[in-house]
């Protein structure tokens, strides 16, 4: 079983529409989840983050967790063509000893049509 | 924002030869760096963790010897892909944290071609 799973898609969406991204992890440890847009060719950027159980709001993007799921997932409302890249779950956890580590899904591909 | 660069962007080379990558943060201090692989259609693999002052951290499979990490400052890193071979082609990123922060910044990555 893969630490991060991913759909790796492409998902089609209209423009305009709700575009529903999902991930599961199987640490059950993790304590930490983010979201990251990566363009082709590109090094990835942050999206979103969110560290408890429930909903994050930040513009036209929200994530949702689940931990007794081990379920995380990002919506984007009002989709649009810019919004087609690739988005990658990752999931974070504090090491024994110190320090910390995230692991990265293969990503899902997004392509929002005209 | 927290600002990290990485240089070169892109560099082709010969097999057997060395390739030094950079990755600075700008505007903050990073005592720990990471560096990933991603090859194409595939995810970011964590290769080590660069710790300043101190030795590497390497992930399960990743030749030491082969990948020369250096962290003499705390704004520089450094990863050196010594006698590169075709197969070690790939896109290299370094990220950093910002002490107390909970969130990476990646640089914009270094596309490595080795003919």
């Known amino acids: 079983q893969k630490e991060v799973e991913q759909n790796s898609g492409p998902l089609s969406v209209p423009e305009g529409a709700i575009a529903s991204l999902n991930c599961t992890y199987s640490?059950?440890?993790?304590?930490?989840f983010f979201w990251y847009r990566q363009y082709s060719g590109k090094s990835p950027e942050l999206i979103m983050s969110?560290?408890?159980?429930g909903d994050k709001e930040d513009g036209r993007f929200t994530a949702q967790l689940n931990k007794a799921s081990q379920y995380v997932s990002l919506l984007i409302r009002d989709s649009q063509p810019s919004d087609s890249a690739t988005y990658l779950c990752a999931v974070g956890r504090i090491l024994t000893g110190g320090g910390n580590k995230l692991t990265f899904g293969t990503g899902t591909q997004l392509k929002v049509e005209l | 924002g927290a600002v990290v660069s990485q240089h070169p962007s892109w560099v082709i080379c010969k097999s057997g030869t060395s390739v030094k990558i950079e990755c600075r943060s700008l505007?903050?201090?990073?005592?720990?760096m990471f560096w990933y692989r991603q090859f194409p259609k595939q995810s970011l693999m964590l290769m080590a963790t660069s710790n300043e002052g101190s030795k590497a951290t390497y992930e399960q499979g990743v030749e030491k010897d082969k990948f020369l990490i250096n962290h003499a400052s705390l704004t520089l890193s450094t990863l050196t892909v010594t006698s590169a071979h075709p197969e070690d082609s790939s896109f290299y990123i370094c990220?950093?944290?910002?002490?107390?922060?909970?969130?990476?910044?990646f640089g914009a990555g270094s596309r490595l071609t080795v003919l």
């Open positions: 969110i560290y408890s159980n």
């Open positions: 640490d059950r440890g993790s304590q930490s």
């Open positions: 990220s950093a944290k910002a002490v107390g922060a909970n969130v990476l910044t």
């Open positions: 505007d903050f201090q990073a005592t720990t």
